[in-house]
């Protein structure tokens, strides 16, 4: 049973689209997060949502949108997807920096 | 700013062969020093949580430490599986704000 589970694994689409990211946690974690590992594998945090509540935005660009539907679900919505977006997003949880974060295995985007 | 340099980018041992990857920071007012490591295809695995300086933690052959200005992850006698990409992260002030190095890469031959 996978922690903190991503779907999709992969996606391809062109640019211009609108696309989501699903992100589902059964660890009853308080705090999940979504970050972007670029092509030179650096992670960078986009958003942070704490028991469904917004806490961190990170100068992104609002053609991304995140929602948490509730505590253990954290989706990425991509508005007019653009070359630049092309990356892993991670999704991640948290509950006491003691324990650090658990992180999903990715979803590669790849915007052509 | 806070700002995480880790080094070397790409290192290559042989089995059995110790060493330490460095992580150097500046940041106003640490909360909280990770280490992860990171597989090909896969989200990064927590390793440890360092605090303050002088702190120490292990885990099998690795074992981090901290000082004022930078944490070194020692690895002891590695084997062919600690071949990762190891990241240093760090958090400070406010909310769960955590800023990540680039990591290095560590290579270990049979």
């Known amino acids: 049973d996978t922690a903190v589970s991503q779907t999709p694994k992969y996606l391809v689409t062109q640019m211009g689209n609108d696309k989501s990211i699903k992100c589902e946690q059964n660890l009853g974690h308080d705090t999940m997060y979504w970050y972007k590992q670029d092509s030179k594998k650096f992670l960078k945090i986009m958003f942070s949502?704490?028991?469904?509540?917004?806490?961190i935005n990170e100068t992104v660009p609002n053609r991304f949108s995140p929602k948490s539907p509730d505590k253990a679900h954290l989706n990425l919505h991509i508005n007019s997807l653009e070359l630049g977006d092309s990356a892993v997003y991670f999704c991640?949880?948290?509950?006491?920096?003691?324990?650090?974060?658990?992180f999903g295995s990715g979803t590669r985007l790849t915007v052509v | 700013e806070d700002q995480v340099t880790q080094s070397p980018e790409a290192l290559r041992l042989q089995e059995g062969e110790s060493s330490s990857l460095n992580c150097s920071y500046t940041?106003?007012?640490?909360?909280?020093l990770f280490w992860y490591r990171q597989d090909p295809g896969k989200g990064p695995e927590f390793l440890f949580t360092l605090y303050s300086a002088g702190e120490e933690k292990e885990k099998e052959r690795l074992k981090a430490t901290l000082t004022k200005k930078e944490s070194f992850l020692h690895i002891t006698a590695p084997k062919p599986e600690d071949s990762a990409t190891y990241l240093c992260a760090l958090q400070s002030g406010g909310y769960q704000k955590v800023t990540f190095g680039i990591g290095t890469k560590l290579q270990v031959i049979p």
């Open positions: 940041v106003s007012g640490l909360r909280g």
């Open positions: 991640a949880t948290s509950y006491d920096q003691a324990f650090g974060y658990t």
């Open positions: 949502y704490n028991n469904k509540e917004l806490i």
